[in-house]
Protein backbone atom coordinates (compact mmCIF):
# COMPACT_ATOMS: atom_id res chain seq x y z
CA UNK A 1 0.00 0.00 0.00
CA UNK A 2 1.10 3.40 -0.45
CA UNK A 3 1.66 6.18 1.66
CA UNK A 4 -0.50 8.40 0.22
CA UNK A 5 -2.82 7.93 -2.62
CA UNK A 6 -4.66 10.01 -4.55
CA UNK A 7 -6.70 9.54 -8.28
CA UNK A 8 -4.48 10.33 -11.09
CA UNK A 9 -7.60 11.92 -12.77
CA UNK A 10 -8.34 13.81 -15.35
CA UNK A 11 -11.31 15.33 -13.11
CA UNK A 12 -13.06 17.41 -15.08
CA UNK A 13 -15.80 19.94 -13.78
CA UNK A 14 -17.18 22.83 -15.55
CA UNK A 15 -16.34 26.44 -14.46
CA UNK A 16 -18.26 27.25 -11.62
CA UNK A 17 -19.21 23.64 -10.32
CA UNK A 18 -17.55 22.28 -7.13
CA UNK A 19 -14.32 20.11 -7.98
CA UNK A 20 -13.70 17.48 -5.04
CA UNK A 21 -10.24 16.15 -4.57
CA UNK A 22 -9.50 13.25 -2.34
CA UNK A 23 -6.55 11.52 -0.60
CA UNK A 24 -5.64 9.06 1.62
CA UNK A 25 -2.58 8.07 3.25
CA UNK A 26 -1.33 4.94 5.51
CA UNK A 27 0.12 6.28 8.83
CA UNK A 28 -2.44 6.21 11.29
CA UNK A 29 0.00 8.42 13.09
CA UNK A 30 0.88 11.33 10.40
CA UNK A 31 -0.49 14.68 12.19
CA UNK A 32 -0.36 17.49 9.30
CA UNK A 33 -1.53 17.78 5.93
CA UNK A 34 -1.24 19.91 3.08
CA UNK A 35 -2.58 20.21 -0.26
CA UNK A 36 -0.32 21.92 -3.00
CA UNK A 37 -0.99 23.12 -6.37
CA UNK A 38 1.48 22.73 -9.45
CA UNK A 39 0.93 24.41 -12.76
CA UNK A 40 2.35 22.43 -15.60
CA UNK A 41 6.43 23.34 -15.82
CA UNK A 42 6.58 24.99 -12.37
CA UNK A 43 7.05 23.83 -8.64
CA UNK A 44 4.27 23.10 -6.04
CA UNK A 45 2.69 25.69 -4.35
CA UNK A 46 1.10 25.47 -0.96
CA UNK A 47 -2.87 25.83 -1.13
CA UNK A 48 -3.98 24.77 2.33
CA UNK A 49 -2.87 23.09 5.11
CA UNK A 50 -5.13 21.14 8.46
CA UNK A 51 -3.67 19.42 11.34
CA UNK A 52 -7.76 19.08 13.26
CA UNK A 53 -10.55 16.94 12.05
CA UNK A 54 -13.23 18.36 10.35
CA UNK A 55 -12.95 21.19 7.93
CA UNK A 56 -11.19 23.92 7.43
CA UNK A 57 -11.79 26.65 4.73
CA UNK A 58 -10.10 29.73 2.84
CA UNK A 59 -11.95 31.83 0.36
CA UNK A 60 -13.04 29.28 -2.33
CA UNK A 61 -10.79 26.29 -0.78
CA UNK A 62 -11.97 24.07 1.83
CA UNK A 63 -9.97 21.05 2.96
CA UNK A 64 -11.43 18.37 5.13
CA UNK A 65 -9.88 15.89 7.68
CA UNK A 66 -11.04 12.78 8.79
CA UNK A 67 -8.22 10.87 11.02
CA UNK A 68 -10.70 7.84 11.63
CA UNK A 69 -10.76 6.86 7.89
CA UNK A 70 -7.45 8.41 7.20
CA UNK A 71 -8.71 10.46 4.65
CA UNK A 72 -8.22 13.84 3.62
CA UNK A 73 -9.84 16.11 0.96
CA UNK A 74 -10.11 19.51 -1.20
CA UNK A 75 -13.15 21.35 -2.14
CA UNK A 76 -12.68 23.63 -5.03
CA UNK A 77 -15.76 25.90 -5.09
CA UNK A 78 -17.17 28.13 -8.12
CA UNK A 79 -14.12 26.70 -9.92
CA UNK A 80 -12.29 28.63 -12.66
CA UNK A 81 -10.44 27.99 -15.72
CA UNK A 82 -7.45 29.19 -14.03
CA UNK A 83 -7.69 26.06 -11.12
CA UNK A 84 -6.72 23.57 -14.20
CA UNK A 85 -4.04 22.31 -12.71
CA UNK A 86 -2.51 19.16 -10.69
CA UNK A 87 -3.15 18.88 -6.65
CA UNK A 88 -0.88 17.24 -4.58
CA UNK A 89 -1.36 16.32 -1.48
CA UNK A 90 1.25 15.70 0.75
CA UNK A 91 1.55 14.32 4.80
CA UNK A 92 4.42 14.29 6.97
CA UNK A 93 4.59 10.59 8.58
CA UNK A 94 4.43 10.51 12.44
CA UNK A 95 8.60 10.57 14.27
CA UNK A 96 10.52 11.37 11.69
CA UNK A 97 11.05 14.69 9.31
CA UNK A 98 9.70 12.51 6.47
CA UNK A 99 7.69 14.58 3.96
CA UNK A 100 5.26 12.21 1.22
CA UNK A 101 3.34 13.47 -1.28
CA UNK A 102 0.48 11.59 -3.34
CA UNK A 103 1.36 11.28 -7.28
CA UNK A 104 -1.46 14.13 -7.67
CA UNK A 105 -4.60 14.84 -9.41
CA UNK A 106 -4.85 16.15 -12.71
CA UNK A 107 -8.02 18.91 -12.59
CA UNK A 108 -9.45 20.39 -15.81
CA UNK A 109 -11.80 23.22 -15.32
CA UNK A 110 -13.90 23.30 -18.56
CA UNK A 111 -15.14 26.73 -19.80
CA UNK B 1 10.47 35.93 0.60
CA UNK B 2 11.95 32.02 1.08
CA UNK B 3 14.27 31.62 -1.55
CA UNK B 4 15.59 28.10 -2.69
CA UNK B 5 17.63 28.32 -5.91
CA UNK B 6 18.33 25.02 -7.29
CA UNK B 7 21.92 25.17 -9.88
CA UNK B 8 20.78 24.69 -13.33
CA UNK B 9 17.72 24.65 -14.88
CA UNK B 10 18.31 22.21 -17.46
CA UNK B 11 21.36 19.89 -17.59
CA UNK B 12 22.60 16.92 -19.91
CA UNK B 13 24.96 14.58 -19.08
CA UNK B 14 26.44 11.50 -20.09
CA UNK B 15 26.02 7.87 -18.81
CA UNK B 16 28.11 6.88 -16.07
CA UNK B 17 29.15 10.73 -15.38
CA UNK B 18 28.94 11.56 -11.69
CA UNK B 19 26.54 14.39 -11.42
CA UNK B 20 25.96 17.04 -8.63
CA UNK B 21 22.70 18.92 -8.17
CA UNK B 22 23.02 22.11 -5.66
CA UNK B 23 20.36 23.52 -3.84
CA UNK B 24 20.40 26.77 -1.47
CA UNK B 25 18.22 28.43 0.71
CA UNK B 26 18.29 31.34 2.42
CA UNK B 27 15.82 31.23 5.47
CA UNK B 28 17.62 29.23 7.99
CA UNK B 29 15.47 25.88 7.51
CA UNK B 30 16.32 22.45 9.48
CA UNK B 31 14.96 20.51 7.01
CA UNK B 32 15.97 19.90 2.87
CA UNK B 33 15.07 17.47 0.68
CA UNK B 34 15.21 16.00 -3.01
CA UNK B 35 12.40 14.58 -5.02
CA UNK B 36 12.37 13.24 -8.79
CA UNK B 37 9.09 14.05 -10.12
CA UNK B 38 8.12 11.64 -13.57
CA UNK B 39 4.86 11.60 -15.08
CA UNK B 40 2.44 9.12 -13.62
CA UNK B 41 4.64 8.53 -10.51
CA UNK B 42 4.53 12.32 -8.64
CA UNK B 43 6.57 13.34 -6.37
CA UNK B 44 9.06 10.86 -5.07
CA UNK B 45 11.54 11.33 -2.19
CA UNK B 46 14.95 10.14 -3.01
CA UNK B 47 16.95 11.59 0.24
CA UNK B 48 16.28 13.91 3.08
CA UNK B 49 18.24 16.17 5.91
CA UNK B 50 16.53 17.19 8.88
CA UNK B 51 19.68 19.30 9.77
CA UNK B 52 23.66 20.03 8.98
CA UNK B 53 25.45 16.58 8.31
CA UNK B 54 22.45 14.67 9.01
CA UNK B 55 20.48 12.81 5.88
CA UNK B 56 18.31 9.80 5.36
CA UNK B 57 17.05 7.60 2.98
CA UNK B 58 13.05 8.28 1.21
CA UNK B 59 11.86 5.99 -1.17
CA UNK B 60 13.99 5.29 -3.80
CA UNK B 61 17.15 6.19 -2.84
CA UNK B 62 19.45 3.82 -4.95
CA UNK B 63 21.97 4.93 -7.22
CA UNK B 64 22.13 8.74 -4.96
CA UNK B 65 23.64 10.33 -2.21
CA UNK B 66 23.40 13.67 -0.19
CA UNK B 67 25.56 15.85 1.11
CA UNK B 68 24.88 18.99 4.10
CA UNK B 69 28.10 20.48 4.97
CA UNK B 70 26.35 23.64 5.76
CA UNK B 71 22.35 24.45 6.41
CA UNK B 72 21.27 26.35 3.82
CA UNK B 73 22.84 23.98 1.23
CA UNK B 74 21.64 20.27 0.27
CA UNK B 75 23.50 18.58 -2.80
CA UNK B 76 22.25 15.74 -4.83
CA UNK B 77 25.00 13.30 -6.26
CA UNK B 78 25.09 10.57 -9.04
CA UNK B 79 27.69 8.48 -8.27
CA UNK B 80 27.25 7.55 -12.21
CA UNK B 81 24.23 8.63 -14.12
CA UNK B 82 22.10 6.19 -15.55
CA UNK B 83 19.25 6.81 -18.29
CA UNK B 84 16.57 5.49 -16.05
CA UNK B 85 17.84 8.66 -13.91
CA UNK B 86 16.21 11.10 -16.41
CA UNK B 87 14.56 13.03 -14.43
CA UNK B 88 12.81 16.58 -13.11
CA UNK B 89 14.81 16.98 -9.60
CA UNK B 90 13.03 19.16 -7.49
CA UNK B 91 14.74 20.54 -4.05
CA UNK B 92 12.29 21.49 -1.23
CA UNK B 93 12.95 23.02 2.33
CA UNK B 94 11.57 23.55 5.28
CA UNK B 95 10.78 24.49 9.41
CA UNK B 96 10.85 21.47 11.45
CA UNK B 97 6.82 20.65 12.58
CA UNK B 98 3.91 21.00 10.96
CA UNK B 99 4.83 23.67 8.31
CA UNK B 100 5.03 24.20 4.58
CA UNK B 101 7.85 22.89 2.05
CA UNK B 102 9.35 25.55 -0.32
CA UNK B 103 10.61 24.23 -3.61
CA UNK B 104 12.93 25.58 -5.87
CA UNK B 105 13.16 25.66 -9.72
CA UNK B 106 13.58 21.91 -10.28
CA UNK B 107 16.54 20.85 -12.64
CA UNK B 108 15.72 18.84 -15.53
CA UNK B 109 18.18 16.61 -15.79
CA UNK B 110 18.71 14.15 -19.32
CA UNK B 111 21.23 11.43 -19.30
CA UNK B 112 22.17 10.05 -22.77
Known amino acids: QKEVEQNSGPLSVPEGAIASLNCTYSDRGSQSFFWYRQYSGKSPELIMFIYSNGDKEDGRFTAQLNKASQYVSLLIRDSQPSDSATYLC???????????FGTGTRLKVLA | DVKVTQSSRYLVKRTGEKVFLECVQD?????MFWYRQDPGLGLRLIYFSYDVKMKEKGDIPEGYSVSREKKERFSLILESASTNQTSMYLC???????????FGQGTRLTVV
Open chain 2, 27 to 31: MDHEN
Open chain 1, 90 to 100: AVETSGTYKYI
Open chain 2, 92 to 102: ASRVTGNTEAF
